[in-house]
């Protein structure tokens, strides 16, 4: 197995596994490893199976049925029927489900068709960015809770006080442990995150432009550029990932099967209920 630095901070291309077949206990570990140093891996796999994909996210997490219908995947598709995220508009920075008990704790992408100019997915490293942030912010984060807001879709930001009584409302620990990085993260996304609890509205609301200034910087970013054939995992308690908007010149679709925290249990998190009402939509 090799791996090829993909950004400062962000992501290893790994080559010299072969995704079809059961993983010796050497691949095993170093891919724990890499995933734990470096938040996102890329493989390059023509014609991989839904099978083979889940088998990959299963090293790091219980893999998710999101739709409930026992195919354990979805697609991100603005061309396949029933698929999401499907609009030409761009996506926030955002982890996914962070408006839930339980977010979801790995995610991967497999590229199965792209248009002509293909709209990238961004990826910000904001538990590195953590270190990166003025001491007194740092430590002022390490007992702080915040208000998460949301729903599916998520292409506009809802704010507690005006968001209807359905979207969902958690509280989470900002210092959220991540499991697979084996330390806290820092989870202040652009979408999800509303405030943080107990603070005052204009002192939480500079807070979170301050952390975003790091969280977004270059150097702490990686932008993937889409090939069909691309599988992209990655650790979404560590990092945030956003979408440029899609252009409008041809179908873009995603094989989606994600992982939540072995601890976790079903009613910790969604049933694929509102995934449906989301697809009916046909966002
Ligand atoms: O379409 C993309 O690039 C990202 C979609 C996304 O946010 C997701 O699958 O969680
Ligand atoms: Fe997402």
Redesign the pocket.
């Known amino acids: 197995m090799q791996q090829a630095q993909l950004s400062e901070r962000i992501g290893t291309l790994v080559t010299g596994v072969d995704l079809t077949a059961p993983f010796t206990d050497e691949v095993v570990e170093a891919l724990l490893e890499a995933m734990c140093g470096r938040k996102l891996l890329v493989f390059r796999a023509a014609d991989l199976s839904a099978e083979d994909q889940a088998r990959v996210v299963d090293l790091f997490a219980n893999v998710w049925d999101e739709r409930g219908d026992g195919s354990r995947h979805i697609f991100?598709s603005n061309a396949r029927a029933g698929g999401v995220?499907g609009r030409p508009d761009g996506?926030l920075f955002?982890s996914?489900c962070l408006y839930m008990p339980a977010p979801l704790a790995v995610?991967s992408?497999y590229a199965i068709e792209m248009p002509m100019s293909p709209?990238p997915?961004v990826f910000a490293n904001s538990l590195a960015a953590a270190g990166d942030l003025p001491p007194e912010l740092r430590s002022r984060l390490d007992d702080a809770t915040g208000l998460f807001v949301g729903g599916l879709g998520?292409y506009e930001r809802l704010r507690s006080d005006t968001a209807s009584d359905e979207a969902m409302r958690v509280e989470h620990p900002i210092r959220f442990p991540d499991a697979l990085a084996g330390e806290a993260a820092m989870l202040v996304d652009e979408l999800y995150f509303d405030r943080f609890v107990d603070w005052e509205l204009e002192e939480s609301d500079a807070a979170r432009d301050e952390i975003h200034e790091h969280v977004y910087a270059e150097h702490n970013t990686y932008v993937h550029h889409w090939q069909v054939g691309d599988l992209v995992v990655w650790d979404n308690i560590a990092l945030q990932?956003g979408?440029r908007p899609?252009p409008d010149d041809g179908p873009?679709t995603?094989r989606?099967v994600v992982g939540l925290d072995r601890s976790v249990t079903e009613y910790e998190h969604l049933t694929g209920k509102a995934l449906e009402i989301e697809a009916a939509r046909g966002r």
Do not use: F
């Open positions: 991100v995220l996506l955002h996914d995610i992408l709209s997915t998520g990932h979408r899609v873009r995603l989606r």
